[in-house]
């Protein structure tokens, strides 16, 4: 009973020293392979030479600068993904089967969402799934969804990255806003040209050239605005916009209930070219994990039941 034990845990750090091998060797670094990972260096390496030990077998070429598979640890790296794929997928079957999703998610998202619903979203779903962990990152950047090893990533507007699959989950909107107290003293802008006399808060991540977009007689326009401030969260923006600071391109979840209040009011709505979706995109893979089709399902839920992204007006 003892020795079957023993190989039973020597199986399971066979498996996990082939995971750690084949991340080095994709990230052609330990240092890189380790965090993605979420483990130390030293760990990372322990494991590779064990798992080279127990083959007999030069798997890496070390180098000051550079870490790369030999021939012999290029073939080894493959059969690993396949293995380590298939054992992933009986790993989450199990866990469907027994409605306890386990394993570690890795999500990315633009922080101008992300820091008012991404994080919220993935709050309740740690809540509801306490065997889960996380490694939530909020970035300006889209990521390499692949490359940098991430399981879901949530995008916004059109596609542009046809290797990767992807679940709408939400439509959401942007709308220009003011307070009440701003528009008495300044005036309401009849069309977008007039916001060139007017303050106007820019959300950076949206607007990065300080533009803003209108649709004008079924055709898109622009107007370039001189930011009286610049911010790269949704929040901020709104919390200026009440305050009377400016004009503001505020997401509809932010300004839902000033606007119900009355102390903000909605500027060129008729003109407005900000309605968008939510896209969650993940690798392409025979079979969805069960980890992350509950994060897809529980992130669809959330902003619906939330209402976050109904539509100002």
Not at 44 to 62: F, N
Not at 95 to 114: E, Y
Request: glycine share 6%; net charge neutral; hydrophobic share 40%.
């Amino acid at each position: 009973m003892e020795k079957h034990n023993q190989q039973n845990v020597d199986n399971m750090d066979t498996i996990e020293g082939m995971r750690v091998f084949a991340t080095v060797a994709e990230q052609g670094s330990f240092t890189a392979a380790a965090k993605r990972l979420g483990i130390s260096t030293a760990l990372a390496s322990k494991y590779v030479r064990q798992l080279e030990d127990k083959l007999g077998a030069q798997l890496l070429i070390r180098t000051t600068r550079h870490v790369h598979p030999t021939d012999m640890g290029a073939v080894y790296a493959e059969r690993c993904r396949v293995i380590l794929e298939q054992t992933d997928e009986m790993l989450d079957l199990a866990g469907s089967q027994s409605q306890n999703i386990v394993g570690h998610l890795r999500i990315a998202g633009p922080r101008i969402i992300g820091e008012e619903i991404l994080s919220r979203c993935v709050q309740s779903f740690l809540e509801k799934h306490p065997s889960v962990t996380v490694d939530l990152r909020l970035e300006e950047r889209k990521v390499d969804v692949i490359a940098e090893g991430f399981d879901v990533a949530v995008r916004i507007g059109e596609l542009e990255d046809s290797s990767l699959k992807a679940k709408k989950v939400a439509d959401y909107s942007y709308h220009l806003c003011a307070s009440t107290d701003y528009l008495a003293k300044h005036g309401m802008p009849q069309k977008p040209a007039d916001l060139k006399d007017h303050f106007c808060i820019v959300g950076s991540t949206i607007s990065p050239n300080n533009q803003l977009d209108f649709i004008e007689s079924g055709r898109k326009s622009h107007v370039t605005v001189a930011p009286r401030a610049r911010v790269n969260a949704a929040r901020p923006i709104r919390d200026m916009v009440v305050a009377g600071l400016g004009i503001g391109l505020c997401l509809s979840s932010t300004i839902a209930d000033d606007l119900k209040s009355g102390q903000v009011e909605l500027v060129l709505e008729d003109f407005n070219a900000y309605h968008r979706s939510v896209y969650m995109m993940f690798p392409p893979r025979r079979h969805m994990t069960a980890k992350v089709r509950a994060f897809l399902d529980h992130a669809t839920d959330f902003f619906r039941e939330n209402q976050l992204v109904a539509r100002a007006g």
